[in-house]
């Protein structure tokens, strides 16, 4: 029963989204770049990595486009959501109608 | 297919571009200071671990992630995005994460923090590193890794510290280079430590009752209120102090750094903000828990400071550690005051280690390690890149700026620097390599040392040099056999294995009697010598007590006399001893 009322829940969500306009705040990017640094030389005792500011540490690079998880929120509402887009998002855009949007949601963000 | 790989011209050229890699430039993990090797005549021990961990294998090859769960916090952001760009090249195979600790309720908790997106999570004993070699002898960052599972083989490792890029990881899936070791590749022999043997009797064992929500897992710092009534240490696993009461054993209170102060220099939009938070990125950590008082402690600590650069389509976020000390009640999370490390300015690239402080309340002095030069950074010392002064293994480098300590006052206002880098490590060319040492206040000097070198050296409060205390001597120094041009980080880790045997863990001084509490190879000494006559008694500590292993933390004075105190640890349980000195 509980199932039920979540998928019923999941399945209300979806179709809020197909119908209002989203406001979208995403990483409005193609590629990010994490860069780490820190001292991250080898230290035996006791063995910490990168605790210091200094040197680079470590390079992550990543699409921003899809794939990756983004927070989107509600115009109306203003509750946001952590989702994955399953096809990149739109050029330049800041506000597109939840239709336009391929999406998976991962979970409601608490303020 | 990932958008880096579109932007640099698309599928079609990738592959020249790869075969063009090949030819002139090094692989990325080539260039890794940290690397893994599958240890020869293991495979069969794989194989029948991989069966044992119970998973529907749907793929002979699989990818493993292998992690110290927390040592490297900050680099395991690395583990999602580069599951990510595998499951973006289309690879199918299992993933596997397998976080690689003895303390299984502390690391459960752990995994559920981090949500990895492997298909498979496993806690696995450290055991499971018996298998293999790390070029910085222990394991302490986190590598991705291919099995072949039928024949228990290793087919390729890279160190997270790396760049992770589209690039990267085609690279990567591509590899087969198998990395194997002969074992034993430096032979050192065990030698038997003498000196009088010692039967610690408790003046107190106390069980220390951790939580569900904070299950205790392991510390490299533990700190005792003057009164002896709390202990402060600082879990491994969650960056955190936790706060014990030492009548009770029950865990009172757990500092931890709250949502202001991982905001404090993140300066991002809200919802860039909630992304790097769900992507692991930012981590707050804490290190040296120490009591000022009965009921204040200062804490070093590594907040994040995240800096956000937009150019057009890309974005850069650099994630820098802010070096803070943080001043907190015992009974709350609230801050009472946060002072940031300042960093004198020098004409060469060093770093001031808050993460080791010595706070002294009496005078209100905080001292910090100062370090210089490579190893820094992930990578491996490239002599074009890095200058003669940065690099131990040039005398260019030992010209100047070789202190031990930063001093700040009680603001973290920088004051000088004091002492100099032990003249071994520069025999050695070990450059800061083993940068390590602490600080305590007797009567009215400083008593500082590198813990290596034996020497405890006694400054005034004007900081002028009085004299020394010997509590050993290393004997005359052996050359590795390793050459440092070959290889620079087997160099340093066999200078230090051949040489370095011996690390002081605490300095007291009492009743006209100094005590050094010392780890000799693996066995826990105290020397006690007669600052009159200046000789040494050497007293062997037991490793083991009731089946539990002993961990010797520090040393200090009570009602009863001057006690060590330790922890006393199995898989399940932790133990708070306290014994007299003999």
């Known amino acids: 029963m509980v199932k039920y009322i979540n998928n019923l829940f999941f399945l209300f969500l979806i179709i809020g989204f197909l119908i209002i306009g989203f406001l979208f705040i995403p990483i409005r990017s193609e590629a990010v770049t994490i860069t780490i640094y820190g001292h991250g030389g080898i230290q035996l005792v006791p063995p910490k990595v990168c605790p210091d500011s200094g040197g680079k540490c470590a390079e992550i690079v990543f699409s921003a486009s899809n794939g990756n998880e983004i927070v989107i929120q509600d115009a109306n509402t203003g509750q946001k959501y952590l989702v994955i887009l399953e096809e990149p998002l739109p050029a330049d855009a800041t506000e597109v109608q939840g239709a336009d949007l391929k999406i998976k949601i991962i979970e409601p963000l608490e303020e | 297919m990932g958008l880096l790989t579109r932007r640099r011209g698309g599928r079609n050229i990738l592959l020249p571009l790869f075969l063009i890699s090949f030819l002139f430039a090094k692989l990325e993990w080539e260039k890794q200071i940290h690397r893994m090797y599958q240890l020869e005549g293991t495979n069969k021990s794989i194989e029948r671990f991989f069966k044992n961990l119970n998973i529907p294998y749907k793929s002979d090859t699989v990818y493993v992630f292998m992690v110290p769960p927390m040592v490297a916090a900050r680099v395991e952001i690395g583990i999602n995005s580069f599951i990510q760009h595998l499951r973006k090249q289309s690879i199918k195979n299992d993933i596997i994460l397998l976080a690689i600790s003895n303390k299984r309720r502390a690391t459960e908790k752990y995994l559920e923090r981090r949500r990895f997106l492997a298909d498979y999570q496993k806690i696995v004993n450290e055991e499971f590193l018996k298998f293999f070699y790390f070029s910085g002898s222990i394991f302490e960052v986190p590598f991705v890794t291919k099995f072949y599972l039928p024949k228990g083989e290793l087919l390729s490792s890279f160190s997270l510290m790396g760049k992770i890029d589209s690039i990267t990881v085609s690279e990567f899936i591509a590899d087969l280079s198998k990395p194997k070791i002969k074992r034993e590749t430096i032979s050192l022999k065990k030698v038997k430590i003498k000196g009088e043997k010692y039967k610690p009797i408790f003046v107190k064992k106390l069980k220390l009752y951790d939580t569900e929500e904070h299950p205790l897992s392991s510390t490299f710092y533990i700190s005792i209120n003057p009164s002896g009534t709390y202990l402060a240490l600082r879990d491994n696993l969650s960056y955190s102090v936790y706060i014990f009461d030492l009548i009770t054993g029950k865990m009172l209170n757990v500092l931890y750094p709250d949502s202001i102060e991982e905001r404090m220099f993140v300066n991002v939009p809200e919802n860039i903000y909630v992304i790097l938070k769900k992507m692991n990125v930012l981590n707050p950590m804490y290190f040296n828990p120490q009591f000022y008082d009965d009921t204040t402690i200062f804490i070093s600590a590594s907040l994040p400071r995240i800096e956000i650069d937009i150019k057009g389509k890309d974005t850069n976020i650099s994630y820098f550690n802010a070096r803070c000390l943080i001043r907190k009640s015992i009974f709350s999370n609230k801050i009472l005051k946060y002072l940031l490390f300042k960093q004198p300015p020098l004409d060469i690239s060093y770093l001031i280690k808050h993460t080791d402080i010595s706070v002294i309340p009496q005078t209100g002095l905080i001292f910090a390690l100062f370090s210089k030069g490579w190893p820094y950074g992930g990578e491996v010392l490239d002599e074009l890149k890095i200058p003669p002064e940065e690099n131990p293994f040039t005398n260019e480098f030992y ?184």
């Open chain 2, 399 to 582: 010209k100047e700026h070789l202190y031990q300590f930063a001093i700040y006052d009680s603001e973290v206002n920088f004051l000088c620097f004091l002492g100099r880098l032990n003249k071994q490590f520069e025999e050695l060319k070990m450059g800061y390599f083993l940068c390590d040492g602490f600080v305590k206040f007797y009567g009215d000097k400083y008593y500082l040392t590198d813990r290596y070198s034996g020497i405890v050296y006694i400054y005034n409060q004007k900081f002028n040099l009085l004299d020394s205390i010997i509590l050993f001597e290393n004997s005359s120094l052996v050359s590795p056999s390793i050459s440092y041009s070959k290889d620079p980080v087997g160099y340093l880790v066999e200078a230090y294995k051949k040489n370095f045997k011996r690390r002081i863990l605490d300095f007291l001084l009492s009743d006209g009697f100094g005590y050094a509490l010392i780890k000799e190879e693996e066995q826990p000494v105290i020397y006690k010598i007669n600052l009159k006559e200046r000789k040494v008694r050497k007293i062997i500590l037991p490793i083991k007590i009731e089946g539990k292993k002993i961990n010797y933390y520090i040393l200090r004075k009570t009602n009863i006399g001057s006690v060590v105190s330790a922890l006393l640890e199995n898989l399940e349980e932790t133990f708070y001893i306290e014994f007299k000195l003999p």
